[in-house]
Structure formats: C-alpha cells, structure tokens
C-alpha cells in the first residue's frame, strides 16, 4: 500500500527558510475594486500587506488527486459524497472534502509515510503561490488567460498539472485557479501571526481556503486573495494539498 500510495502522490517541493510580502497594500484596494468589482472594502481582509517569515517547509506540486484519496478511502477512510463519480477521473484533484476529512488524510498520508503531513498554514500557501516579491499570480503580474482553469475559460475542471506554464517561483502547481484549497489557518484579520492560535487545529471557526478555482472569475486566482469556509462544508470547487515542516 506504501509504495502504490507513494507512487500516487505528487512531489513536495522544499522551501527554505524566507521573509515574503504577504497580503495586498491598502493603496490597492480601491484598483481591486474598479478592475474586478465591489469596493475597497470588499479587499479589506487582504490588507495591511507586511513581511512575514516562514520556516524551511515542504509543500505538494499539486493539489491532492482522487487516485491518491481512493488509496485512503480503500483503506476505510471518509469518501466524498460524490465519490462515485469522482473515481473515474483519477487525475483529477480531489474536491468534496470537509476540512475534518483533509486533516484526517494528512494524519493517514503522514502514517504511509512516515512525515508529519498536514495542510499548509495560510502563509505557507501563500509564501508557494508568490515567492519573496509578492507577485499578484503565480506567474507575475499580469494574468495571462493560458495558465490557469478560472471561469473566463469555460472549461470543466481539469487533471491537476494541466497548466505548467502557470508555475510559481518554486514550481508548485495549480495554484491560480483549478480548485479552492484548504489551509490549517482560521479566518482572521491581518496582520497574519504565525504564534496567535490561528493555525491550531481545535480551535473552532471558520478556515481560510485559497487559490480560486475554474468557476471563478480570474480575480479570485490572485495570490493574495482569500476565502473562507465552514470546516464542515464540502463543495464540488474545493479540495486540498499536503505539507509538512522540514
């Protein structure tokens, strides 16, 4: 089972030890408004953008396959609740997953392989979109229709890795667009702080999620944006990626 689920899923990318500029300068907000609609304070939660420093951790290329969960469900894990039809498409990310069933597979990937799996923090995520110069894609600054599943695209959701050209800096993929990602972190305000129980993981309250996805306008594919969501909800747009401190 080790080496068949190993085989399933995608590569971790090591990031080291870094300072990034996270979140959206508050000159940029009444832009964001005028370019992708509502108001600047529609923004606001993006806001102050401020350095922050993560330590040396490892994240998934891509989010998390339904080939690489059918090997947890196989085992006895929690299926999706529209598994059946997700099971014929095995290179595709895996959605549907409340965020209970995402850490219950990170505990479950961790054990195969012996790594302290979970999900990333909020500022992991976005440290593997942006790199260190606070780009607004993962490509750059300007958005190119090509590399990314958003809704302007009028695409079914496709096989992760389908758009290797939108590669970060650190060569993760998917991250603009495809499907919404679950993080470790708690929906709460800027200025982000590692330390202040945002990313325990029994806290109660709402988790934030990341990346947009291919119903959303490419507005939500920005680096900075973010989301949030009932950990026990699912939706046909959200999945997850894995990672770990090294």
């Not at 998917?174 to 708690?186: K, N, P, Y």
């Amino acid at each position: 089972m080790t080496s068949l689920f190993a085989d399933a899923l995608d590569a971790f990318i090591a990031i080291p030890s870094h300072q990034f500029l996270m979140g959206t300068p508050e000159h940029d907000l009444s832009h964001l408004a005028k370019q992708y609609g509502g108001t600047r304070e529609s923004y606001r939660e993006e806001s102050p953008q401020h350095t922050v420093s993560v330590a040396a951790y490892a994240i998934g290329r891509t989010p998390v396959s339904v080939a690489a969960y059918a090997h947890f469900v196989a085992a006895g894990g929690t299926p999706p609740s529209n598994w059946l039809a997700q099971s014929v498409l095995p290179d595709h990310p895996v959605v549907n997953v409340t965020w209970p069933m995402a850490q219950a597979f990170a505990r479950w990937a961790g054990s195969q392989l012996q790594l302290p799996l979970r999900l990333p923090t909020e500022s992991e995520w976005e440290a593997a979109a942006r790199g260190t110069d606070g780009r607004q894609f993962p490509w750059g600054n300007t958005w190119d229709a090509t590399a990314a599943a958003v809704k302007e695209r009028g695409l079914p959701l496709p096989a992760v890795a389908s758009f290797p050209h939108g590669a970060s800096p650190w060569g993760c993929l998917d991250m603009a667009g495809t499907v919404w990602e679950w993080t470790q972190s708690l929906d709460a305000l800027y200025p982000y702080q590692s330390d202040d129980g945002r990313n325990h993981p029994d806290t109660p309250g709402r988790r934030i999620i990341r990346g947009g996805c291919y119903v959303n306008p490419h507005g939500y594919a920005r680096t900075a944006c973010r989301f949030r969501m009932d950990p026990v909800l699912t939706n046909p747009f959200l999945g997850m990626r894995l990672a770990y401190t090294t």
